[in-house]
């Protein structure tokens, strides 16, 4: 083990890069994602502080998963400090074939979006029981 002290640093927010004209008003970030895999399913976690579950947009068209969190301006007074600037989250994902893109679940629970991308039967692992004779 180390004797180095590991410094924590902070995550800055990564806003969203255009490589187009962009036909979207306002500030939008990249959210920061995990994903992760398990027998069962592809599980995506992505923090979006500030969004309600009413603000999300989750859309799955031509294998292309698409999340969209509007966060609703607040009145706070007069600023005098500001590190957060208040911005909605957008994110595209490519589709694996493997994924069952009729049973995606998404759930938010304290700004952290959780979506469960379950595999298709044919793309889960199994078994193949050897035959004796």
């Given at each position: 083990?180390?004797?180095?002290?590991?410094?924590?640093?902070?995550?800055?927010?990564?806003?969203?890069?255009?490589?187009?004209?962009?036909?979207?008003?306002?500030?939008?970030?990249?959210?920061?994602?995990?994903?992760?895999?398990?027998?069962?399913?592809?599980?995506?976690?992505?923090?979006?502080?500030?969004?309600?579950?009413?603000?999300?947009?989750?859309?799955?068209?031509?294998?292309?998963l698409t999340l969209i969190g509007r966060q609703e301006p607040q009145d706070e007074g007069h600023i005098q400090y500001r590190e957060y600037r208040p911005g909605s989250f957008y994110r595209r994902f490519a589709l694996a074939e493997t994924i069952d893109q009729e049973r995606i679940e998404a759930r938010m629970v304290h700004g952290v979006l959780s979506v469960v991308l379950p595999k298709m039967e044919r793309a889960k692992p199994r078994k193949i029981k050897v035959a004796t004779t």
């Open positions: 083990m180390s004797d180095k002290k590991q410094e924590m640093e902070p995550i800055l927010k990564k806003e969203l890069e255009h490589n187009a004209e962009v036909t979207r008003a306002g500030l939008y970030y990249e959210p920061p994602v995990d994903i992760y895999e398990t027998q069962e399913a592809l599980h995506l976690v992505a923090d979006m502080p500030g969004v309600p579950a009413e603000g999300l947009e989750i859309d799955v068209r031509e294998g292309v």
